[in-house]
């Protein structure tokens, strides 16, 4: 009886949800298209919820990035000359060209989902203004991948034994977190992991351990550190002018959409990083495929204070120097003030 009458509430709510909305077809660039995010949560939410949600007046059509041809780092500006309408883009990817964009996940300062949550929320006004000024876009969500942690193909007993080895890393910051740990730093693309290890190009490698697994990293290494390095947020950026046309009611339908969205993205890198972890080393039943049986390497309070000192001895000091004194003093107010670190009395 509860679940007819639940059923019964919700088709009564459709019509009311969609009333009033035009018909209108949409195209979004989404995120990265061999995760679990976008395999169960942002394809399901473009092709198929907003038109149930709509009763079929608001359709639209998603293709994750790495499909379209595009670089990662060349979305924000088709976004911003309306070639993309609407793109899902990972913040480290844009990092480089706008450093505001790490300032919420400094790889070190989040060790745990509680703690990003409150340093995205800080910095969100700042990133919000910059990304509407700079370039005419409009920030409408923000979600993260899980935690971000450390492979290896030989024995590790913790990030101690990553000095002098060569370490994948994605980003300009991740590079300055492996050189504050005495490792040398080594860009390769996600897709081009497995044969980095394969070839000796790189002895360990920072990404998430759901991604990895999924990827056949557990075929190549032997031992995982879960230590979080940092997270993987990513923003979804509509264009200005686009998001204009569509007006009020749809913006509000949209956005509402989107919160739920965002929501249970947010809940699934929690679980999921969890998940990776059981799936790679054999602890307990995978529900991704095979178990793997890497080593699982015990984080304790040494670990814990390489990270910070990584942090405050490297990643914030360079970072400063690429973000500047005014961006600083915003990153001060916002993620200082939630984080205890104070990037400008440190540095």
């Not at 005495?182 to 190009?201: E, Q, S, T, W």
Request: aromatic content about 6%; glycine content about 10%.
């Amino acid at each position: 009886m509860r679940r007819w009458l639940s059923a019964l509430l919700l088709l009564s709510a459709v019509p009311a949800l969609a009333e009033g909305l035009p018909e209108i077809h949409l195209k979004i660039v989404g995120g990265l298209g061999q995760t679990i995010q976008y395999k169960k949560y942002e394809e399901p939410f473009w092709a198929q919820q907003l038109a149930e949600h709509s009763n079929g007046r608001i359709t639209a059509e998603v293709t994750p990035w790495d499909r379209t041809g595009i670089a990662g780092s060349e979305l924000l500006g088709l976004t911003r000359l309306g070639a993309i309408s609407f793109g899902t883009i990972s913040l480290s990817q844009i990092a480089s060209e706008d450093p505001e964009a790490a300032g919420a996940d400094l790889a070190g300062l989040n060790p745990d989902i509680r703690s990003l949550r409150a340093s995205i929320d800080a910095h969100l006004p700042v990133l919000r203004e910059i990304y509407r000024t700079r370039y005419g876009l409009e920030l409408l969500a923000v979600w993260t991948y899980p935690a971000q942690v450390v492979f290896c193909n030989k024995p590790i007993r913790g990030l101690a034994d990553l000095r002098g080895r060569k370490v994948r890393v994605a980003s300009a910051m991740h590079g300055d977190f492996v050189r504050g740990l005495g490792g040398v730093d080594v860009a390769i693309p996600y897709n081009g992991l497995m044969d980095a290890f394969r070839k000796g190009v790189t002895d360990c490698a920072i990404t998430a351990a759901m991604s990895g697994y999924q990827l056949g990293l557990h075929q190549v290494t032997t031992h995982l550190d879960p230590v979080t390095v940092s997270w993987g947020p990513y923003v979804l950026l509509a264009n200005h002018a686009a998001w204009t046309r569509l007006g009020p009611t749809v913006q509000r339908f949209i956005e509402r959409e989107l919160a739920d969205l965002s929501g249970r993205l947010w809940q699934a890198a929690e679980s999921e990083g969890k998940d990776g972890v059981t799936c790679l080393t054999g602890n307990g039943a995978c529900s991704a495929g095979p178990s793997g049986h890497m080593r699982l390497v015990e984080v304790g309070d040494e670990d814990r204070k390489l990270v910070r000192r990584s942090l405050l001895d490297a990643v914030l000091p360079r970072w400063t120097e690429r973000c500047g004194e005014q961006c600083v003093e915003e990153w001060d107010r916002t993620v200082g003030r939630v984080s205890g670190v104070t990037a400008a009395e440190e540095h």
